[in-house]
């Protein structure tokens, strides 16, 4: 394990993180393209829903000369953003607001007076918002909406989710994409002679990293083995300020320490506080870029090489996929690709299984030597004398195609049975 990092600032202590305020989910409408994970539970994180009006006046009810004004969507999400500052992070807050916007700009809020929307209206135009969007997205709009509704309009929620909506859909997760579109790509990243674009498809493709995470990546998250060599990337969630809390435990597969050790030598400032891959606008290394930006560089090397259509968060898949097909643990797993590896299975093996870092690392380069690619090449094969007719023609099958892997498993051990009870019967004639 490496004891260093670029620059003199010491690698951060990376633990467990709970995300209390996260729920994974993966919604194709509402969320980034990596699913927004970081929906407010309102009526339980947050504390009791608000009430306007006096003591004495009904729940809903609006009295005084504040039932007569007029809603305003900027008013609206300011006191929204300094409700929940403490409790969203800046991107949550921005994609809970983008949500409301839509919701406002369809329902043309800014024209109806409090007093309005605190009556049966109010329902009435959520109702109607929900039916201009797919079912499967309602929940996580519904939730949106609501938070916003509460904590930036300070009005009483009019929805009864039971009564109003009745059981919601979950949302539908994507299906991991085929090798051969995976392969398609990764041929054509090794004729990509920029090195920055190569490095940023090889960080998701590899390791399985948000774009996000790209973008909040810092030269003291990169670990050097003893030679100086970058190894591995370790990066606390928290520290970092990525979408959640969860830290990055990654080991880098040889072809992305190539790319990382040939980007610091064209970086303009690979200081340890400088991100990794900065803002192309800044000369100086140190604004940090978004992640529309690692998208719109994914979207141009589809177009420069003629590739099928797959995303960031498609890559993600895959290499979870992957991940499973090479037999590493989920802890493993989910380190490495920045989850919280106790949550989601409820399983309280996961909660106590946190193994040292170094065992996370030494695990992923045992499981997966070359990356979660590697499973994609071909195995080298040296063919030695005397090897066996039946095995030679066995391996240029193989290596031809005309064979799948678990095909080629089982009648290599079939040959390999043959063969010993061939040794057994010689050695008893003998």
């Known amino acids: 394990m490496a004891a260093r990092t670029y620059g003199t600032a010491t690698p951060p202590e990376v633990g467990q993180s709970s995300d209390r305020f996260t729920s994974s989910c993966d919604n194709p409408r509402y969320g980034s393209e990596d699913g927004d994970n970081s929906l407010l539970d309102v009526n339980y994180e947050l504390g009791q829903e608000p009430q306007t009006g006096t003591d004495e006046s009904e729940p809903g009810q609006l009295v005084g000369e504040e039932a007569d004004e007029y809603l305003r969507t900027g008013d609206t999400l300011e006191r929204f953003n300094s409700a929940t500052k403490a409790r969203l992070k800046e991107k949550s807050r921005e994609h809970y607001s983008r949500t409301f916007v839509r919701f406002a700009e369809h329902s043309e809020l800014d024209t109806l007076k409090r007093r309005t929307i605190a009556g049966p209206r109010g329902k009435q135009i959520i109702l109607a918002f929900l039916e201009t969007i797919p079912r499967q997205s309602w929940k996580y709009a519904v939730a949106e909406i609501k938070a916003v509704w509460l904590y930036g309009m300070n009005l009483p929620w009019p929805i009864d989710s039971k009564r109003d909506l009745g059981k919601l859909p979950r949302t539908r997760r994507r299906q991991t994409p085929s090798d051969k579109t995976v392969t398609a790509w990764a041929e054509a990243m090794t004729r990509e002679r920029r090195t920055r674009p190569r490095l940023e498809w090889l960080l998701i493709a590899q390791i399985g990293l948000r774009p996000s995470h790209l973008c909040k990546l810092r030269w003291r ?3 050097l083995d003893d030679s100086g060599r970058a190894c591995a990337i370790v990066a606390d969630g928290a520290r970092e300020g990525f ?3 969860s830290a990055v ?3 880098l597969p040889p072809d992305v320490a190539d790319a990382l050790e040939a980007w610091r030598k064209e970086h303009p400032a690979p200081h340890s506080e400088n991100p990794i891959l900065p803002r192309l606008s800044r000369t100086d290394g140190t604004g940090e ?8 560089h994914w979207r141009s090397l589809a ?11 498609d890559m993600r898949h895959w290499v979870a996929t992957a991940c499973r097909r090479s037999g590493l643990s989920r802890v493993a797993s989910a380190f ?4 919280d590896p106790s949550d989601g299975s409820g399983s309280m093996r996961d909660w106590y299984d946190s193994p040292p870092l170094e065992d996370i690392l030494q695990e992923q380069e045992e499981k997966l030597p070359k990356g979660p690619l590697g499973l994609l090449r071909p195995p080298e094969v040296e063919v030695a004398e005397g090897l066996p007719l039946e095995a030679t023609r066995l391996m240029r099958d193989y290596l031809s195609g005309n064979i799948r892997t678990l095909e080629f498993a089982n009648r290599a051990e079939n040959l390999k049975d043959s063969q010993q009870r061939s040794v057994d019967i010689n050695s008893l004639s003998i």
């Open 221 to 223: 998250n990169v670990q």
């Open 243 to 245: 979408k959640t809390d």
């Open 249 to 251: 435990v990654a080991r």
């Open 289 to 296: 870029q978004d992640s529309r930006t690692i998208r719109d």
């Open 303 to 313: 177009k420069k090489w003629g590739l099928p259509p797959l995303r960031p968060v």
């Open 336 to 339: 490495m690709m920045g989850h």
